[in-house]
């Protein structure tokens, strides 16, 4: 029981990897001429439009069936040949909800397991990442002809910058502007409109994801794209992105955990019994696993960073509570004050700002001191009594808790 409950967590921490799943070359040095694949062709003409991925989701699995893509090309349903058995490491495959086979998605199968690590959907992770703007991934179609059929669309995937504003149903308002986050990566392919649906790849996809503040560049390989554009909502899409990830690339994700020995080792293991795609005959074994990811964008605006008038301000979560601080540098601070930077703040940056860097309804930003002292009796029952905040306790322990509870008071 002990060791699956390791894997689970380390399972959970490398799903929340890839869920927020964004290229920045900071982690790995790559340049984002480098993430460019060139663009085969152009689609002269037409319309652009962009759109701002609002919400995003790993697929689950349900009686075998998923969201993905067949990303290998074959079937694995028992009845495959030995030399695919082999190259897909013995991997089952699922279908899709209109009933296509052959879809590869392993992600899907760590849900259940995340299911019982969090009290919450590693889901909602994603969710609070793209709504206080550490997740924000722009997708720009242009040479756009007709909005049902076009042989010919431009397609480009950019990290966006900025605090996006909720509406009151929760979801990002549309036509909001957003900056270009030039340090991330910029991937360019070509694709086509079919009966209304967009249709991209296979394409190599790098993407900028933040995973507790950490900004990590996961590439995606044999990318596919195949979503809905609403005829009634100008930039609104649905639909998904599949693809392959190495596992390679998951364990160095994983390397920035704050993970024992045993866990690393443990989520290793797990991560490379997932392996589906790439098989390499020297080590028989599959370097890449397939995923899967549900997603939904709105209408939205980008501007290159200069052009924001209040470009040159870093927007961050850490930057923003520090400014805070900084307001006023002379006065001087509170005991109180003192005890909560030391004892609260490290724990709050790391288990609560995921989700609480914007003041959004039903949201508090927990970055800042005034914001804990304003609401001690709602953080003292959802966190100690309660205990249903954080939602999410991957890296949240007892000694956490009791650290607020001795700032909290009695
Ligand atoms: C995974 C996202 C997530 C994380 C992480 C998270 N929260 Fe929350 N929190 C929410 C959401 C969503 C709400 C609003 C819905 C609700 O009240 O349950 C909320 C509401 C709250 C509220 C009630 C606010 C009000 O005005 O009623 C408090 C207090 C709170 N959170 C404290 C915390 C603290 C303290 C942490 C870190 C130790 C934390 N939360 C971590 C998502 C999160």
Redesign the pocket.
Known sequence: MMRTSSLSLAALATAGALVFGCSSPSSTGSTSSESNTPVNGTCAGGSSQTTIVSKLAFARHKDGVTAGFDVDGFVSDGNQTPEQETKSCSQMDFEDADGTQGIDNQLARLMPLLDTVTS?DVN??IK?AIENGQLLTAITLSGIDNFENDPCVEVMFQPGLGSPTLGTDGELDPSQTFEVDTTGPTTHAVGAIKNGYLEIGPFELNLLVVVFAEKFNLHIERARVRAKLDPLERGRIVGSIGGGVKIQDLFDIIKEFDLGHTEKDAAENFIKGLGDLDYDTATKACTAMSVGVTLSGRRAFIVPAAERPDAGLDAGPTDAGASDAEADPDAPKSADETKWETIVKP??DR??G???SVSAP???D?RKYSTWVA?KS??KQ??LVQQ?????TIS?SAQDRSAIASWVGN
């Open positions: 919450a909602l992770i609070g724990i709050a288990n609560c995921t989700c609480h039903g949201r508090i927990l609401n709602t953080i959802r966190v249903d905040m954080p939602p999410v949240f």
